[in-house]
């Protein structure tokens, strides 16, 4: 271990006695993006974060639910074999919400490789790519999510007024736990306020470079599951939990930036549009390359029923973008000094490392080749009319999505065969599920996967 290294642990042993933490939960995402942990004692946190701790490969072929998916490569194909896996020091946070605990985020190697399939290592990759180019990504993903009874499953506030200073104020102890402990766990909350459907909810905060940003994502999404569960109730961030429930989202929000992070390189005021070139070659390789990574963003079979048109909620249907325009997939919003895009394809429900590597992906393309987006969309993008044409619609069922994932070359290459594989054979497990309960009749299968872990 380097010199900078053992000045991060004795920073994080002098956090530790100071918070007079006893346990350290070592922790990872699965590719649903459901967090995975050991816990260990402190007296042995040193001697894991130096020389690693075993952890199965088998979780990048779990399911939400922890049972096995065939195919992902990661199972009895593997021999059910360990990952060796390291901390990440720069991630570390006391729980506040968990007396005497502390969390550390954690990637995989085995063999001493880094383990290509998982979405951390993935999404880094993307990120190095980005670096090598010259370019530095700020972002922060902007969560909605259900919160409902523990047993019986009824959203904690009835009926629909979005923003109501009433309804954001229905459990005022739980309002008050997450306003207080997240910004404790290093999320810096902006803003918190209740959404369009009963028991849905909106919290912001502030964008961080790198993977920090997805770390962050995670770190909130499990964060307020546990604080919801302590006060009685189960947070889902599950995309549609209720067949006629609005969509809960999670829009990427990013901007290009120099590699040191000083400069905003979306905008140049000599353009009519005062969009940058790079940021113009930016929007047209995620929107050539949407009905592909659409997927990486709205990963499950919930997810991509938000794609439907719908007449209660401002869902992206199509690859097209605007100027602060809701009804694209990609709105951008340009300010006095800089501008940023809202990714607005992401769902709840995805993993917050996979809209990252994706969105990076399909952006680097777009660079690297000029591309050049086609004419944004004034007013309502769900009207034929208003949208160019041969503008590509966005993929509402599994089967399509599947296929233009294979198709694009570009994508699948940049992610890599590992992870791919891995992420295809969770789909494809998917798709074996719905059949199944099809034929059972059984209409609440979706929620029964995925409304508790996601």
């Given amino acids: 271990m380097d010199s900078n290294k053992l000045d991060q642990l004795e920073h994080i042993m002098s956090k530790i006695h100071a918070d007079d933490v006893k346990f350290i939960r070592f922790e990872q995402t699965d590719i649903y993006g459901v967090a995975r942990s050991k816990t260990v004692p402190v007296k042995h946190f040193t001697k894991k974060a130096i020389y690693g701790i075993n952890f199965a490969l088998t979780t990048l072929g779990y399911d939400p639910q922890g049972q096995c998916t065939p195919g992902t490569g990661f199972l009895f194909e593997s021999g059910s074999t360990d990952a060796l896996m390291f901390p990440d020091l720069d991630t570390f946070i006391t729980i506040p919400w968990c007396k005497n605990t502390g969390r550390i985020l954690l990637e995989p190697t085995y063999k001493g490789k880094p383990v290509a399939a998982h979405p951390r290592t993935v999404a880094r990759l993307q990120l190095d790519r980005l670096k090598d180019m010259g370019y530095s990504l700020l972002s922060a993903h902007e969560h909605e999510f259900y919160v409902a009874d523990k047993n019986t499953l009824e959203p904690f506030i009835l009926g629909q007024n979005i923003r109501s200073t009433i309804r954001n104020y229905k459990d005022p102890e739980l309002v008050h736990q997450l306003l207080t402990d997240l910004p404790q766990a290093d999320i810096d909350v902006e803003t918190y306020e209740s959404e369009h459907d009963p028991g849905q909810l909106e919290i912001t905060y502030t964008p961080s470079f790198g993977v920090k940003s997805a770390d962050t994502a995670h770190t909130f999404r499990t964060s307020v599951k546990e604080i919801a569960s302590q006060h009685g109730y189960i947070a889902s961030f599950m995309t549609k939990p209720w067949a006629h429930s609005t969509r809960s989202a999670c829009h990427f929000n990013h901007s290009l930036w120099d590699i040191n992070g000083e400069n905003n390189l979306m905008m140049d005021n000599k353009n009519p549009d005062s969009l940058s070139d790079v940021a113009r070659h930016w929007l047209a390789g ?41 009804t694209t997939a990609l709105r951008v919003k340009v300010g006095d000094t800089g501008a940023y895009i809202e990714n ?58 599947l296929e233009n994932l294979s198709n694009d070359n570009i994508i699948c290459e940049a992610l890599g065969d590992e992870f791919v594989k891995c992420f295809v054979a969770h789909k494809l497990h998917e798709l074996c599920m719905e059949n199944e309960a099809k034929a059972k009749g059984d209409t609440d299968w979706e929620r029964n996967l995925f409304f508790e872990y996601l």
Avoid at 372 to 399: F, Q, R, W
Wanted: negative net charge; hydrophobic residues 40%.
């Fill in 286 to 326: 995620i929107l050539a390359h949407a009905p592909a990574v659409s997927l990486l963003m709205a990963p499950t079979i919930n997810c991509l029923k938000a794609f439907e048109p719908s007449s209660t909620s401002i869902n992206p249907v199509n690859a097209t973008w605007g100027f602060d325009n809701r």
């Fill in 344 to 401: 607005r394809i992401c769902s709840g429900g995805a993993n917050p490392y996979l809209t990252l590597a994706a969105t990076v992906a399909a952006g680097i393309d777009g660079i690297q080749n000029q591309m050049e987006p086609p004419p944004h969309v004034n007013g309502n993008a769900y009207d034929p009319d208003n949208i160019p044409t041969k503008t590509p619609i966005l993929p509402s069922n599994m089967k399509t999505a």
